[in-house]
Structures are given as structure tokens and as C-alpha cells.
């Protein structure tokens, strides 16, 4: 891919980061751009890396390569180069297509990926030539290291660009017998024909019997070549191997010509004929000298028959993998919004569960228990009204199952009965001390015995005068005698245990009320003598009424219960 097409792959990622960051990951927003940076600067490294690796595979000089239109084939050739090439630059453009040099110490997969960086369109044009010349090789197992690694560095060339690359393989051989070039072409689908420089191709029976006893003799030295070709180069590239794949060669090639410059005079091919023809020199069959000096072109007639390799263009390529970097994204936002779901699925089963545990009677965790249930109502409400939140889209929402367990669970709420209302305080009930009048008082008597004063003190000890209390003492008579003298009798009665509590606890007078009731209160029958005893009494109380009982330098105070007034109490 071009450096522009890797900026926009680059750029692609990041707005795919940042919308799954800060859209779909359940995490502060803080945290969204914390992970978002993170995202950025492996995607800033892995370029970084990218451009690092770009800048160190420059190894050619390609200015001579043709347009960026150019659509016929481009080959790659190495291995046996000829040693005077036809022009300084490594790349020379003919009729039928493109040829490619590359040198022994550079690597064929760093050159094919810099040609398509500079012309990423060619990558279905690109193929690959290995060109073998057995008279320049001493040492077969030399040999066949060489081709294993040219094996790797094809493999590792496919796998990388995703294009298919063709193989061609090239056997090529300098002998005196002719003095043209003679190829002869193996073709997948077709049998083996036979190409001269100046005439059309044909077969080897059609060449042979046209070419006479030479055309048969160069055939035999090119069935040895052929013999020599399988069993020390194609094998090589077609031998099972764990490490590295099979290639099968698109074409095989075979050519003859003239004598071959830098030929050894002991070689793996001479070695060869040797053992197969159990000759060291045939006539006509001379090896090449090492004073020769002849051009070998290269097999241009091939060209127009190369396969279109298969693969992506370089923007089919970047339409790829910018697809597979919004898959990824895709699929990262769908699990953000799976996970999102099931949180708020796992939340609010858990509030739900939370509420039904607790007991209703149990008011305060209850109450807690379904404010937080209305609080998820409301969210989910929220999002029924106003739509489901980015986070949780992509149709895996749950919160539609969610609302009717959680209103449901509301509307079995039972809220706690109402505190009572206060209750207002009782009327203090006056505190009543009985005196038997019998006990005071002679009979018909208003004057206090002499014996009686000890029983007034043990039995007055809990009245006491307090401001905002009074002291009512009411005398009481049975039925016997004249009801209005007992009216009297009993008011005077009253007045003087009043006036023994006055002088004797030195309380001011308007702490006292008296009052005398006669035989009209009785508590008792006056039938019979013990009830008309039970009459005949005094009766002490304190009754709160506001403004009672001012004690000199005291400020009255108020009785809670209201006022009682006097002429209530002589009701």
C-alpha cells in the first residue's frame, strides 16, 4: 500500500477508537480518553514501526519504472544474470513487458516490495524468474542452498503482498553447436515447443525433422539439460518441505545459444554429460570458454504468456483492511454494549431482589429499598421517552424487560402507617386528703380538738402551696339536723383547718379557698351510722388555677392544665 493509503488506514482507526471509547465503553469519561490515548499510541507505534521498516527495505534505484498505468507483465529475475546487461539501470522495459534485475546480495522480497510501494497496482502483474546456468556452478549442494533460499524469499513474497506471484524457472546453457538462440518452453496445458529467434514456435517433432542431423543433436543436448534441469532445479522448488511451501514454476524454460561468458571449465553440467554420455568432450558439445564475451537476452516470447497473478490491487488491499479494522470495531462495540446490558440487567435484578427480602414491616430499609427501585424506574423511563443510550444499542437493549418487574415491585410497596398524633395531656387530677370531721371536730363544733393537730400534719404532708396551684378545702356534713346550719357547720369547718394551715405553714392567704358543701355531696348512703360517718368530712386538694397562690418576690406562673376558678370549684 502507498503512504497515503496507510495515513488514511491510520486516521480510519483512530476515529473507529475514539467512537468505541468514548460511545461504548462503560467507564468515566476520564477513563474513555485515558484508554483512547492508549489505542492511539499503539496505532502511532505500529506505524512508526511501518515507516521505520519502509525506509530500511530501499535498497533499488527504480527511477526508470514505467507509468503507474503500465499493465503488462513485470518480472523479477535473479539467480544466473547475464553479466553485461543491455543498460545501467536494473530495469529494462521491451515490447512485451518489463524486466527487473536483481543482484545476488539483495533480497528478492525487499525489491518486489518496493516496486509495489512505488507502483501499487502492478501487484498482479508481478512475477518471478529464477535463471540457472548449470556451466557456472562447481557444486550442486552450493546450487541447491541457493534455490532453497530464493524458495523462502518467493514464499514469504506471496504471503506478504497476498498476490499469487507466477514462478518461472529459466535453464540456460552456452554451447558452440549453435550459433542463435534455441528456447524451448514448457507451458502448463501444453507440451514442449520449440522457439527460435527467426521463426514461429513448434514442436520438437516439427523442429527436428525440419532441422536435420543438427536440429537432432542440439535435441539431445537439450533433453540432457532438460534431465539435468528437473532433477538439480525443479525439484528444489516442488521437494515437500515442513518449513516452506511448494512452488510450481507457471513455465519452464530451456534455452541454448552461443557460448557463455565466465563459464567454468569443470562445472556440474560438464560433470554431468561426462556421467550420462561417458564422454568428457563431444564434438560441437564444447563448454563454454572463459574468454567469451556474448550477451544471453532474455526469453522476451514469455512474457505475453504469464497468467495476471491473483490478489488484491494495493486499494483493494486498503478497502480490506480498512473493512477488517471497522469489523473489529464492530465487534468491540458490540461486546462494550453486550457487557453494558448485562450490568444494568445484573443491577437492577439485584435492587429488585434487594426489596423483596426485606420485610414490608421493616419501614426504614423498605423505604431505602424502594426509593433506589424508583431511582431505576426512572432511568429506565428515561430511556423509553428519550431512547436507548449509544452505549447500549446495537439491539441488545434490556432495560424493556426490566420496567414492569421494577413497577411492579413499586406498586407492591405498602408505605408505613402515619406516626399518631400526639395526644393532649390529661388534666392533672386534683389530689383529694379526707379528714374524718369526727376526728377535728367535736360534735355540732367548728373548733379544732386539741388532740388533732398531730393527725392534720401526718396527713397534710404531700399538700404543699406552689404558685399556679390552690388549696381548696371543702367541709362536708351528713344528713342529720337542719341543712342550712350544716351548710354553716361545714364552711366554718373548712375555715379552720384553712386557718391552721395558713398560720402553721405560714402560706399566704390567697393560696386557700374554702368552701362548704353541707350534707349535699355525700359519698356515702346517710342510712346507716358508718355511712353517715364517711359524710362527716374535710376534704384538702390542690387544683391548678393561674394566678394562685402569689408568694411575695415570686412571679406567678401558669398551670399547664388551664385555669380553675373559684366559682368552679363551688359548683
Not at 543433436?217 to 538439480?232: A, D, E, G, P, Y
Not at 379552720?496 to 374554702?514: L, Q
Not at 355511712?531 to 394562685?548: F, K, T
Request: proline share 8%.
Amino acid at each position: 500500500m502507498s503512504p497515503a493509503q496507510q495515513r488514511g488506514l491510520a486516521l480510519w482507526a483512530v476515529l473507529l477508537s475514539a467512537v468505541v471509547c468514548l460511545g461504548f465503553l462503560q467507564v468515566t469519561r476520564r477513563g474513555s480518553v485515558l484508554v483512547l490515548l492508549t489505542v492511539l499510541g499503539l496505532i502511532l507505534a505500529c506505524w512508526y514501526v511501518a515507516s521505520r521498516r519502509v525506509q530500511h527495505d530501499v535498497t533499488l534505484r527504480l527511477d526508470d519504472l514505467p507509468e503507474a498505468t503500465y499493465r503488462q507483465p513485470v518480472v523479477l529475475v535473479c539467480g544466473d544474470l547475464p553479466l553485461a546487461w543491455p543498460q545501467q539501470s536494473p530495469v529494462l522495459t521491451v515490447t512485451q513487458g518489463c524486466w527487473i534485475r536483481v543482484e545476488d546480495h539483495q533480497d528478492l522480497e525487499q525489491v518486489a516490495r518496493q516496486v509495489l510501494r512505488q507502483r501499487p497496482d502492478w501487484g498482479r502483474q508481478l512475477s518471478v524468474m529464477v535463471s540457472v546456468c548449470p556451466q557456472k556452478h562447481a557444486d550442486c549442494e552450493a546450487l541447491t542452498s541457493r534455490l532453497l533460499t530464493l524458495r523462502w524469499q518467493i514464499s514469504q513474497l506471496r504471503k506478504d503482498t497476498g498476490h499469487s506471484v507466477p514462478l518461472v524457472l529459466n535453464g540456460q546453457v552456452g554451447s558452440a553447436m549453435t550459433n542463435d538462440l534455441l528456447w524451448q518452453a514448457a507451458m502448463p496445458g501444453e507440451g514442449v515447443r520449440v522457439w527460435r529467434e527467426s521463426s514461429a514456435p513448434s514442436s520438437i517433432a516439427a523442429w527436428v525433422t525440419t532441422g536435420g542431423t543438427p536440429a537432432m543433436q542440439q535435441q539431445v543436448l537439450m533433453n540432457s539439460l532438460m534431465s539435468w534441469f528437473h532433477r538439480h532445479v525443479k525439484a528444489v522448488f516442488l521437494d515437500e518441505n515442513p518449513d516452506v511451501p511448494t512452488i510450481a514454476p507457471t513455465a519452464v524454460l530451456w534455452g541454448m545459444g552461443p557460448i557463455l561468458a565466465g563459464s567454468l571449465a569443470s562445472s556440474a553440467w560438464t560433470a554431468w554429460l561426462s556421467r550420462h554420455t561417458a564422454m568428457q568432450q563431444v564434438t560441437g558439445w564444447q563448454p563454454v570458454g572463459t574468454d567469451s564475451t556474448v550477451i544471453s537476452p532474455f526469453p522476451d516470447f514469455v512474457l505475453p504468456l504469464l497468467p495476471e497473478g491473483r490478489g488484491l490491487t494495493s486499494r483493494g488491499r486498503a478497502w480490506r483492511c480498512a473493512l477488517g479494522i471497522f469489523t473489529l470495531a464492530a465487534i468491540a462495540a458490540l461486546l462494550s454494549s453486550g457487557w453494558n446490558n448485562r450490568q444494568l440487567l445484573h443491577r437492577v435484578s439485584f435492587d429488585i431482589a434487594r426489596y423483596d427480602r426485606i420485610p414490608m414491616d421493616d419501614y426504614g430499609p423498605k423505604t431505602d429499598a424502594v426509593a433506589v427501585l424508583r431511582e431505576d424506574a426512572a432511568q429506565l423511563d428515561d430511556q423509553a421517552r428519550n431512547g436507548v443510550p449509544a452505549r447500549m444499542s446495537l439491539g441488545l437493549y434490556q432495560g424493556e424487560r426490566l420496567r414492569m418487574p421494577v413497577l411492579d415491585a413499586i406498586r407492591s410497596y405498602v408505605p408505613p402507617p402515619p406516626p399518631p398524633k400526639p395526644q393532649p395531656k390529661p388534666k392533672p387530677v386534683p389530689k383529694i386528703v379526707r379528714l374524718d370531721s369526727m376526728s377535728l371536730f367535736d360534735s355540732g363544733k367548728s373548733v379544732l380538738k386539741a388532740g388533732s393537730t398531730k393527725m392534720l400534719i401526718n396527713s397534710l404532708l404531700g399538700i404543699k402551696a406552689k404558685p399556679g396551684w390552690l388549696i381548696v378545702v371543702a367541709g362536708h356534713t351528713d344528713n342529720t339536723g337542719n341543712p342550712a346550719l350544716n351548710q354553716v357547720l361545714s364552711r366554718k369547718r373548712a375555715a379552720a383547718v384553712r386557718d391552721w394551715m395558713r398560720d402553721t405553714g405560714d402560706v399566704p392567704e390567697s393560696c386557700f379557698a374554702v368552701q362548704g358543701y353541707g350534707e349535699s355531696r355525700p359519698v356515702a348512703t346517710n342510712d346507716t351510722p358508718k355511712g353517715r360517718a364517711l359524710n362527716r368530712r374535710v376534704e384538702i386538694s390542690l387544683v391548678p388555677q393561674a394566678d394562685a397562690c402569689r408568694i411575695p418576690g415570686n412571679t406567678p406562673t401558669s398551670s399547664l392544665d388551664g385555669d380553675v376558678s373559684k366559682n368552679e370549684m363551688e359548683k
